[in-house]
Structures are given as C-alpha cells and as structure tokens.
C-alpha cells in the first residue's frame, strides 16, 4: 500500500475561499518532494463536531493509508484544544506525523522539538480537561447543598402497578408478563424490579 501525504484544509464560511491554503500546502509539498498529495477539505465552522473532510482524513489515518498531515494551522484541524489533542494523539498512535507548515510544527517522529511540541501540546489539553472535572465536581457539590436532586426520577408506580409488581414477585413468570401486568416496556420492568 503506498502511504501518500493529506493536505487538510479548512474555511469556516461559503464566503471564504480553500485556495491560499490550497496554494501554500502544495507549494510545501513540492518543495520536500512528496508527490502522492491527497487533499480533504471542509467548509464549515470549527465549532461544529463532525466534519465529513476531517473524518475521511481520519478514517484514512485509521487504516494506515496517511504518512503525514500538513495543515496550515493547527486551528484549522481542531474544534478546542481538547480535540486538537485528540486528534494529534490518534495520529500519533498511528505513526503519522502532523505538520502545521505556518506555525513551524513538524511532530515527525524523527524530530526531536516537534515530538516536544506534540507533548506540550497533549499536557495543556489533559490540564484543560482536569479543569473541567474539577469545575463539575464542584457543581454537583454545590447543587447537591442547594437541595437539588440529581440523577434519573424515581419510577413512580400507582397502587394497581404497585399490587401486580408485588402479586408477579409471589409468583414469578416472565418479564414480558410482568410489563404487561404493569403496562410498561420490558426494559422499564426490568429496572423496576431491579429499583425495588
């Protein structure tokens, strides 16, 4: 299987044109002489979660078939920090190296001070999401002395569900009989009886 290089790029709007990214990356490209150059692109927000460009790209770094991937910038790839590193991290598990050309990021695994920024760059995410834990932790504590309830409602039963809940647990039959007796799913059976 030839291994080929991805260039990836990325506007945010219809207004916005692919060709200055295009023109840099293909010029970067030729200029190292890598001559199997596959491109995926998308229009869109990087704010949005899937990007049909982005998720071919990393369906190809998947199945091996990418070498290397050249952007522009790194914020042309990823959505947050978080994400950029998440993406940066499964490209690094699958050995393809990430190259911001503009920014001098090369994380090439023969490359020393790229590998540095490509870890630098995965502890400011974990420190990222650390926080959040952190933040949602305290939430909870907080809402919690507030008197909120939180998690799923109790199932409340009526005194009929109650009564068929309790006759079906003196004589047991089958779960899809006990929903009937109650008039629920199966699987809302099945926690009810697990509840109580």
């Known amino acids: 299987m030839v291994m080929k290089t991805a260039i990836y790029l990325r506007v945010s709007t219809t207004d916005q044109h692919h060709d200055p990214q295009r023109a840099e990356l293909t010029e970067y490209c030729a200029r190292r002489g890598w001559e199997n150059v596959v491109e995926f692109s998308d229009t869109i927000s990087g704010a949005k979660f899937s990007r049909v460009g982005l998720d071919r790209l990393m369906a190809d770094v998947r199945r091996g078939r990418v070498e290397r991937v050249v952007v522009v910038k790194l914020d042309r790839l990823g959505r947050s920090l978080p994400h950029l590193a998440q993406v940066v991290g499964e490209m690094d598990t699958h050995r393809v190296a990430l190259i911001a050309t503009s920014q001098s990021i090369d994380t090439s695994h023969?490359?020393?001070a790229g590998r540095l920024?490509?870890?630098v760059l995965m502890a400011v995410a974990e420190f990222e999401r650390s926080l959040i834990r952190e933040r949602t932790r305290a939430g909870l504590v907080a809402a919690r002395a507030r008197?909120?309830?939180l998690g799923?409602?109790?199932?409340?039963?009526?005194?009929d569900q109650r009564k068929a809940l309790t006759d079906w647990k003196a004589a047991p039959t089958t779960i899809r009989e006990l929903a009937a007796r109650l008039d629920v799913s199966t699987g809302k059976a099945h926690a009810l009886l697990k509840a109580r």
């Not at 799923?152 to 005194?159: A, D, E, G, N, V």
């Open 110 to 112: 023969d490359n020393p």
């Open 117 to 119: 920024q490509m870890h």
């Open 147 to 149: 008197g909120a309830t």
């Open 152 to 159: 799923r409602r109790p199932i409340q039963l009526s005194t």
